[in-house]
């Protein structure tokens, strides 16, 4: 089955540490999005991107970066300048626009914490 | 950017009453879905409706967008469709913009 796979499930930063997110897919998408949810919140786009070795900001792209070398992956990385980083991480993936229905198909997130 | 509301923000029923969830947005889209935020945060795609009606079930959406809304109609609600309900929309550009949801509480 397609699918769209985030790892770890939960993870634990300390003040000061960059940490990377995972993001894999095998839907053949072309796009794939990071978004923020705080608790309480809707989601707030971070980064996303239309095509390999291409990315925009979102919203709320400081303290954040990514990239896409693969089709298949987009890496989150939440560097120590994100200044309050503690929040569910949601990725999804869709087709690009004018390749047909494009809804988002997400994975089931990370859960970030700072300690 | 495009601006997303929805309301109402909480909704509180008894199990096997119809509710009707409203999301307006500001600007024409090409592409609107509702989602269901489970209790353990996974995100399930109900609708991909950017116009017209559809139906699954007990739940179904109708989009008009020359008028800039869309509505999702839980009928006979269950204990179970409890969660937050959010409408997502994207114009060309591809990425969309969420609503800030609603949040629905169906008591036994």
């Known amino acids: 089955d397609g699918g769209i796979t985030q790892s770890p499930k939960y993870l634990f930063r300390k003040e000061g540490q960059n940490v990377t997110l995972s993001c894999e897919q095998n839907l053949n998408h072309d796009a794939m999005y990071w978004y923020r949810q705080d608790p309480g919140q809707g989601l707030r786009l971070i980064y996303y991107s239309q095509i390999v070795n291409d990315f925009q900001k979102g919203d709320i792209a400081e303290g954040y970066s990514v990239s896409r070398e693969k089709k298949e992956s987009f890496p989150l990385t939440v560097t120590s300048a994100q200044k309050n980083p503690t929040a569910f991480y949601l990725c999804?993936?869709?087709?690009?626009?004018?390749?047909?229905?494009?809804?988002?198909?997400f994975g089931s997130g990370t859960r970030l914490t700072v300690v | 950017g495009i601006q997303v509301e929805q309301s109402p923000p909480d909704l509180i029923l008894q199990e096997g009453a119809n509710s009707t969830l409203r999301c307006n947005f500001s600007d024409s889209v090409n592409n609107l879905q509702w989602f269901h935020q489970n209790p353990w945060g996974q995100l399930i795609n109900l609708f991909y409706i950017p116009s017209g009606t559809k139906q699954n079930g007990r739940l179904s959406a109708t989009t008009v967008a020359t008028e800039r809304y869309s509505l999702l109609y839980i009928s006979s609600s269950q204990t179970t469709d409890s969660g937050v309900y959010f409408c997502?929309?994207?114009?060309?550009?591809?990425?969309?913009?969420f609503g800030d949801g609603t949040t629905l509480t169906v008591k036994p």
């Open positions: 997502a929309v994207s114009t060309n550009a591809g990425k969309s913009t």
């Open positions: 999804a993936s869709s087709k690009r626009p004018g390749q047909g229905k494009a809804g988002y198909t």
